[in-house]
């Protein structure tokens, strides 16, 4: 699902308990997770329970923004026709340095470069913009590793 | 009535095709017509109603029964996606056993083709629709190439090893006139298809159809005779592991030893399996999560074992959803009907040797990441 042909807008649902994480990808190219204060769970996707313990007071923080991934796909077919032309994107199952999973793309130059355990990191803040939902590239940490 | 005494007494699918010539309830219809055939049983003998369907809403079992013009006694509908049909058909079992209905009836189907599929699968549940489809990325595809190349990555496993799933399917369709994909496919082939999903090719992904699965669900001394199928033992789980989102397990690995104890075999009693193959992958993670090998070993046993239905483990005898297509829910049915056309003995060119006991597994719900739903059923044919 892409931006609403219509409309323009983002085509992902905003309720009352992703909003944070939506604006503050929009505003700032930042990454919003949820953290639970009675058993500390690094909470992603926005939930309004804690998924280990079910405490409902969970409360906002920022990530970040930092990565490695654990396992990806560069998809070649199939894709949003406003990615088509970067064929093939790279999806991965991201581990954040805080401890959750996410499954977020992976923005590059070079596809066919991408490994599991790479780490990456949140796209620039002007970068962000083009996408829905957080989207990581490979970590310029790299270079010296 | 014991559960023993219930079991499947008819069971029909209707035609397959790649666009939809009729609606849902069309393709339902059909399979449920030649399901009722199969079984000796008249429309007005069935009192109970069970459907699997992600695409039927905002229909349901009940509506359907107004659809159908029948009057009953029990309605469930599903949420397991192709996990659904083997829980559906087990509920059944114990509705019938338990007197709140006499004969079932249990369908699974849907008119879709390939666009239809892309634009609901963005929809398909709220995980899906908030935090994965908007990345663009399209389908399952790639959620599914994540856990292929974790696999590989992991244990070692090759595109070649897992090919056989794919190529050994595909031999069993050319022996069912009803599959829609049945040109013959090599190794090379397989290997060498167009790139979709990196590590998974064309011939890893199934391709969305239309067309329905019926079971016809009773007292097994109503089944015509000798064809009758007992169900020995059934299982469902769901959401397992917790918090994985690219898991290389399922709800099998934990259900397993409890659904081969009740039914009293293990995996080497089963002269067939029918596992969900919406990719191979998850066919070979379900193969080892049910104990035909170690976890991490399907390599070597796909080195080992041929799957066609004259081979060593008769894999998705009739070509499966691979190569005949995925009819929406009916993909968590295709394999129980398959099953219990082998088991009656009605198998035709594909027909397996000797089969008298079978393993349907189903998987489905796909969320964030994977398939949150594993189901299986283990069946004997009453002699």
Redesign the interface.
């Known amino acids: ?2 931006a609403n042909r219509h409309t323009g807008k ?4 905003e309720t009352e308990t ?1 909003s944070p994480m939506l604006e503050a990808w929009r505003g700032q190219g930042v990454l919003m997770l949820q953290r639970c204060e009675a058993c500390g769970e690094a909470i992603f ?1 926005p939930r309004s329970v804690c ?2 313990c079910w405490g409902d007071r969970l409360a906002w923080f920022r990530a970040s923004g930092k990565g490695s991934i ?11 026709p ?2 088509e032309a970067e064929a ?2 790279v ?3 991201i581990r954040l340095d805080e401890g959750a ?5 992976v923005v590059t130059g070079d596809p066919a470069a991408v490994a ?1 355990g790479d780490v990456v990191e949140l796209v620039s803040p002007d970068a962000a913009k083009r ?3 957080p ?1 990581f590239t490979p970590s310029r940490r790299k270079i010296f590793s | 009535m014991s559960s023993k005494d219930v079991g499947i007494i008819g069971y029909g699918s209707s035609v397959y095709e790649k666009k939809a010539t009729r609606t849902e309830m069309g393709y339902l219809a059909e399979a449920a017509r030649v399901a009722l055939a199969s079984a000796g049983v008249k429309k007005g003998e069935i009192d109970g109603l069970v459907v699997s369907s992600t695409t039927l809403q905002p229909d349901n079992a009940v509506t359907l029964a107004e659809y159908f013009g029948l009057s009953i006694a029990w309605a469930s509908m599903s949420t397991a996606g192709g996990a659904g049909a083997p829980v559906n058909v087990l509920d059944a079992v114990h509705a019938v056993a338990s007197g709140r209905a006499s004969q079932v009836l249990c369908l699974a189907g849907a008119a879709q083709d390939g666009a239809f599929f892309r634009d609901r699968i963005t929809r398909f549940n709220s995980s899906i629709a908030d935090y994965l489809a908007p990345h663009g990325s399209g389908g399952t595809n790639g959620l599914f190439g994540i856990v292929q190349r974790k696999h590989m990555e992991k244990y070692g496993t090759t595109r070649r090893q897992l090919g056989r799933i794919a190529v050994d399917q595909r031999a069993n369709a050319q022996m069912n006139e009803a599959a829609l994909l049945r040109g013959a496919m090599t190794i090379d082939d397989y290997l060498n298809a167009i790139m979709i999903a990196d590590p998974l090719r064309l011939f890893d992904c199934v391709m969305p159809c239309s067309g329905a699965e019926a079971i016809v669900v009773g007292p097994l001394d109503r089944a015509p005779a000798g064809k009758g199928v007992r169900i020995l033992s059934g299982r469902e789980r769901h959401n397992h592991p917790v918090g994985e989102v690219s898991p290389l397990r399922g709800g099998w690995e934990l259900f397993r030893d409890g659904l081969f104890n009740e039914a009293g075999f293990g995996p080497n009693d089963m002269q067939l399996v029918q596992a969900y193959d919406d990719y191979p992958i998850m066919v070979a993670i379900q193969l080892e999560d049910l104990g035909f090998c170690a976890k991490g070993e399907i390599g070597s046993f796909l080195d080992r074992n041929r799957l066609t239905f004259d081979g060593d483990l008769p894999l998705n005898t009739g070509g499966g959803q691979l190569s005949c297509g995925q009819t929406g829910g009916g993909g968590g049915m295709i394999g129980i009907t398959e099953a219990v056309r082998q088991l009656r003995g009605e198998g035709g060119a594909r027909q397996v040797k000797n089969a008298t006991r079978g393993l349907v597994s189903g998987y489905g719900m796909v969320a964030y990441g994977h398939g949150l739903s594993a189901s299986a059923l283990v069946m004997e044919r009453v002699s």
């Open positions: 699902m892409t983002s085509a992902v649902r992703n996707y998924p280990k654990v396992s990806f796909s560069r998809v070649h077919r199939g894709l949003a406003k990615f093939p994107i999806l991965a199952e999973l996410m499954i977020a793309r599991s996408f829905d939902l989207t």
